[in-house]
């Protein structure tokens, strides 16, 4: 009953919220028997199927004489068998359930309810319509045009490449440049060039069919199943049921039938792919399998929560949202003026190799921006296309000014989690126009050089040579040691508002100035930031454009370095030393982009830092989310900080774990919660593509291909940096076994003549690799060797080589990275000399090869 009444409770909330003049029809199952009694007269009509009213009755017709309803679904005189809105499976008992409530003053415009029972359903329930009339202003909904999607793939073939390389050529001659052109008349003289090409040379290619395996077969039993519904519904025979009955269950056989076929063509696609090396294709069906069937929601709610459906009305929703994520920045320090200085660095543009090989590194197959041109019609668009593109990006390094097209970035929402309709539940991914991405890298190869000298050694992000490995590397190096050395360590882990939403666009153009960053390229950052326009495209619809004046620009190759200066200048404002090391000072930092780790032996320590560092981050548009900053202490003893931790005017949350960079981090510094958490990320894969490992028309050498390249990457993620126990290897070989079995399948006992699990030497001998405890094995041994060839003032070469000062505790200690990897070294009889070795990455190579042979304890 509690339930009942939270429920009309909600209902009647619901229908109070919505505008008054609107006509507002409620409708539904609320199995609920209406009936004909005297008091519910004005709410309720006198031809409801029942004489008196249920519990559920009673609270419907409570809810519409309290709001002032008619219950429209008994105000029509007919035949009882076109009331009755469901059918018990002998088809002998009927009730009205179902119902229409409109108010009272709509009550004239609802003209007829009625049950419906030849529409097919396979339900218990009939389809109740309702035939409404209003006077509403008539209004044609625009239907949403499919974005064209260019043949690309046809520039695979030498004629079809020559014929669309010929075409912009003659476009592009037709159309010949002055010096008088501006940027804008050039770059519209080459799209123009390049889409009419594209209409000729290259075509379009075939939208997807939405339901391949449904066949006019299928269309024709159902449509027989519906007449004989029909036919059991009009004679209420036990034989006209019977061949009802017998009519459905044939239909779903051949329905069923038509999916397993459809899945079987998926399976042997995903093979002949794969025996025909088209790697793209083969990964693209194999993800299908695994991720199944994904909705696409076209509708969405507003920020009251009510749900739209008006096409308008979402777009307009979409803008606003993204409108509120990307302008939400003090935007005053925007109109600088532009650095005026006789600093010659880099003011040279770019020569036609470099324009070449920029446009020749552009990825294929990713979504073109608001031009609808793709990667590939620019890199295979011949010579005369890539003098106009190379002297185009000249006149921009020169005037410092870029076409307009090229400010617009269109967004796409992609999902995340949660509520599908909760806007606040997808990320925004921006699509550029291809040609600006060829100048953005320009660009950025000359700022590297520059950023690399400014940036810390904390900063791992985004720079060459580092990747997340070198901070769960350092991370777990300094706990492992301190945790040894009984050395508490305090971890605070940042978390940022929208952090490359949110910088301030002036405060960025004084940081690049600071840390000695050509004028020259500060302009041409400005140029491509400044002035930036965004439009959101959902469902086939784009919204208007918006101007964004803070944050950088979403989806740009710039916007990562660029943020790692702004946060390289917060940094040192703060006063943070970025080459101190928690061995021998108080504290020390990690970050990748925006994930930062600040590490301390002390809570005042880590503090103090915060606060600066936090004070600093302000300053430029950084500001703390305090919902997703934790505090963890790693220690032996029993931690202090038992509830949330307060720090200035942020309050956070004290956790005994948490993912740093997608690896588990946990307050006694164990390792098995991360096998475990990695193990558990594995069987999900394994599950989702259990359809593919089971299928018989999928070979073996296929199968073995999917587990080596799509599930063992993740068990196998930021293992190489831990001290993995014996147990621990044990787990990931029992895990590996079990997806080999899978795999292999039983085999028949010669003696018995029953089928039996494979041995595990049997499974190893058909395998023919190494298994995943020697492919980690390798792994620690590439890294060994990666680290020691590190400069002396890379931050993994210190932390491995160094020893903290602390008192040990009695008892045998944990075993270090350190010590696993020697024991490796030692099997294969290098650890005397594996430093001398590791120098040479030829003969290191060796090594690691050879490592992959130690299969086994």
Known sequence: DS???????????AYDSLPAYDMKIILGDFNAKVGREEPFQHAVGRHSLHDECNDNGLRLVSLAMDRGLTVSSTTFPRKDIYKATWMSNDQVTRNQIDHVLVANRHRSSILDVKSRRGADCDSDHCLVVAVVREKISMAREKRSQAAVK?????????????????IVEERLQGSPQSQQDSVDDVWHTVKEAILEAAEVGVGHTRALVKNPWFDEECKAALDQKAEARMRALNRSSRQATAEFKAIRKKTQRLIRMRVREFRKRQLDDIEALHKRKE???????????????????????????????????????WEEYFRDLLCASDVSSEQEDEVQ?????????????????????????????????????VKHGGTELLDRIYGLICRIWESETMPRDWKVAVIVPIYKKGDRLNCNNYRGIALLDTVYKVLSRLILER?????????????????????????????????????????PVHQLFIDFKQAYDTIKRGALWVAL??????????????????????????????????????????????????????????????????????????????????????????????????????????????????????????????????????????????????????????????????????????????????????????????????????????????????????????KLRIFERRVLRRIFGPVQDAATGEFRLRMNHELEQLYGQPDIVASIRAQRLSWLGHVHRMPANRMPKKLLNAEPEGTRSRGRPRRRWQEVVDDVLKRLGVLRRWRAMAGDRVEWRGVVWEALSLNGT
């Open 341 to 377: 200085t006789t600093d010659s660095r880099e003011k040279e543009a770019p020569s036609r190799e470099d324009v070449v090989r920029a446009t020749l590194n552009l990825k294929n197959h990713k979504a073109p921006g608001e031009d609808n041109i793709p990667a590939e019609l």
């Open 150 to 166: 260019w043949n690309t793939d046809c520039l695979k073939d030498p004629t079809c490449e020559k014929r669309y390389q010929r």
């Open 3 to 13: 339930d009942k009444e939270v429920f009309y409770e909600a209902l009647a909330r």
């Open 513 to 730: 100035r600071e840390l000695d960053i050509p004028p020259k390229i500060i302009n041409l950052v400005r140029m491509t930031i400044s002035g930036s326009m965004c439009q959101v495209k959902v469902a086939g619809e784009r919204s208007g454009t918006f101007r964004v004046d803070a944050g950088l620009r979403q989806g740009d190759a710039l916007s990562p370095i660029l943020f790692n200066l702004a946060l390289e200048y917060a940094i040192r404002s703060s006063g943070y030393v970025s080459r101190s090391c928690i061995y021998y000072k108080s504290l020390q930092m990690f970050a990748y982009a925006d994930d930062i780790s600040i590490m301390g032996r002390s809570l005042r320590a880590v503090t103090e830092t915060f606060v600066d560092v936090a004070t600093a981050a302000e300053q430029i548009g950084l500001r703390i989310n305090e919902g997703k900053t934790k505090f963890m202490v790693t220690s032996k003893a029993a931690p202090r900080v038992r509830q949330n931790v307060t720090i200035d005017q942020w309050n956070f949350e004290v956790v005994k774990s948490f993912k740093y960079l997608g690896s588990l981090l946990t307050v006694d510094n164990d390792v098995r919660t991360e096998v475990n958490e990695r193990l558990a990320a594995g069987s999900r894969c394994l599950f989702a593509l259990s359809s593919v490992f089971r299928a018989r028309n999928v070979s073996r050498p296929t199968k073995i291909q999917i587990y080596r390249t799509i599930v063992k990457p993740i068990i196998t993620y930021g293992l190489e940096v831990a001290a993995l126990t014996r147990a621990d290897e044990n």
């Open 279 to 317: 790697v793209r294709s083969f990964y693209r069906a194999v993800a299908s399998k695994r991720n199944g069937y994904q909705p696409q929601v076209s509708l969405c709610k507003d920020q009251q929560g009510n749900l739209l459906m008006q096409s308008a009305d979402i777009v307009k929703r």
């Open 447 to 487: 700022l590297r050089p520059y950023a690399e000298k400014a940036i810390g050694e904390y900063q791992a992000g985004f720079r060459p040579g580092r990747s997340t490995a070198d901070q769960l590397f350092n991370v777990r190096q300094a706990l492992e040691k301190c945790w040894e050395h009984n050395i």
